[in-house]
């Protein structure tokens, strides 16, 4: 790979899990892995301590469950004491191991106060946050003279034409007050319905075709945006619509 792309970064990936006695040792005799001998032969950017099986399958796991992994850090930092180490947690595979948004920042907060560089989720898309909170739109631009691309928190369903509807509020940045700029929504109420010509979700993304599509900076208000229950891992549980008051601003 470096040979053709000399510019990329490359991390290395080995397990860890919390026990006793020699861990590296029983990870080297009974997984393969040998995490300084795989740094020594690829020489890699950073490497990653990857939450085993045991760990994560504990319906209780504490989120701060990696400072058990000091040892193995540990050895890896005295051979190669300038390399960024990162570590993996596991969110979402198994319904029983499903974390919320606040396990997922504590755990982050561990990872940081362990002197890990970085971290990163498995099945990050699957955390508890994206079955618990509705589709919220994050960023807008224009494509075309009466085009928008809304771009969302989750996967979205198209919407239907006829229950979609949309406003404009122009004028609305930096009109916001205290408080509510805390509750996300914005003091002037001057709300101008948009009129919509067609509508198609794309991943998490929405393409809007709109008619008289202001030409300044504005607002945009959104109701009726669905996220897709059928599509997640665990089924069964309920689907959400927006909330109008998370307004996204274009530019």
């Given at each position: 790979?470096?040979?053709?792309?000399?510019?990329?970064?490359?991390?290395t990936w080995s397990l860890a899990v919390n026990g006793r006695g020699d861990v590296p040792g029983q990870l080297r005799e009974w997984q393969g892995l040998d995490a300084v001998a795989m740094i020594r032969s690829v020489a890699p950017d950073m490497h990653v301590l990857q939450t085993h099986w045991p760990d994560w399958m504990r319906r209780r796991l504490p989120p701060h469950y990696i400072r058990g992994y000091a040892r193995?850090?540990?050895?890896?930092?005295?051979?190669?004491?300038?390399?960024?180490?990162?570590?993996?947690?596991?969110?979402?595979?198994?319904?029983?191991?499903?974390?919320?948004?606040?396990?997922?920042?504590?755990?982050?907060?561990?990872?940081?106060?362990?002197?890990?560089?970085?971290?990163?989720?498995?099945?990050?898309?699957?955390?508890?946050?994206?079955?618990?909170?509705?589709?919220?739109?994050?960023?807008?631009?224009?494509?075309?003279?009466?085009?928008?691309?809304?771009?969302?928190?989750?996967?979205?369903?198209?919407?239907?034409?006829?229950?979609?509807?949309?406003?404009?509020?122009?004028?609305?940045?930096?009109?916001?007050?205290?408080?509510?700029?805390?509750?996300?929504?914005?003091?002037?109420?001057?709300?101008?319905?948009?009129?919509?010509?067609?509508?198609?979700?794309?991943?998490?993304?929405?393409?809007?075709?709109?008619?008289?599509?202001?030409?300044?900076?504005?607002?945009?208000?959104?109701?009726?945006?669905?996220?897709?229950?059928?599509?997640?891992?665990?089924?069964?549980?309920?689907?959400?619509?927006?909330?109008?008051?998370?307004?996204?601003?274009?530019?």
């Amino acid at each position: 790979m470096r040979d053709v792309r000399p510019d990329i970064y490359v991390a290395t990936w080995s397990l860890a899990v919390n026990g006793r006695g020699d861990v590296p040792g029983q990870l080297r005799e009974w997984q393969g892995l040998d995490a300084v001998a795989m740094i020594r032969s690829v020489a890699p950017d950073m490497h990653v301590l990857q939450t085993h099986w045991p760990d994560w399958m504990r319906r209780r796991l504490p989120p701060h469950y990696i400072r058990g992994y000091a040892r193995i850090a540990q050895s890896i930092r005295a051979a190669y004491p300038d390399l960024p180490l990162g570590v993996q947690a596991d969110i979402g595979s198994l319904a029983r191991m499903v974390r919320d948004r606040e396990w997922t920042r504590r755990f982050a907060a561990a990872a940081l106060e362990g002197g890990y560089a970085a971290w990163t989720a498995y099945e990050y898309h699957l955390g508890g946050y994206m079955y618990d909170e509705p589709p919220r739109p994050l960023r807008a631009e224009r494509t075309a003279a009466d085009e928008l691309i809304v771009s969302f928190s989750k996967r979205i369903a198209t919407p239907s034409v006829d229950e979609l509807r949309l406003w404009s509020r122009e004028g609305a940045t930096g009109t916001t007050d205290t408080a509510s700029h805390l509750s996300g929504t914005v003091s002037n109420d001057s709300l101008t319905p948009l009129e919509l010509v067609d509508a198609v979700a794309d991943g998490n993304r929405l393409l809007l075709h709109i008619r008289h599509l202001p030409s300044r900076a504005f607002s945009l208000r959104l109701d009726g945006v669905q996220d897709t229950p059928e599509r997640w891992l665990l089924k069964g549980r309920k689907g959400h619509r927006n909330l109008p008051k998370h307004e996204v601003e274009v530019p």
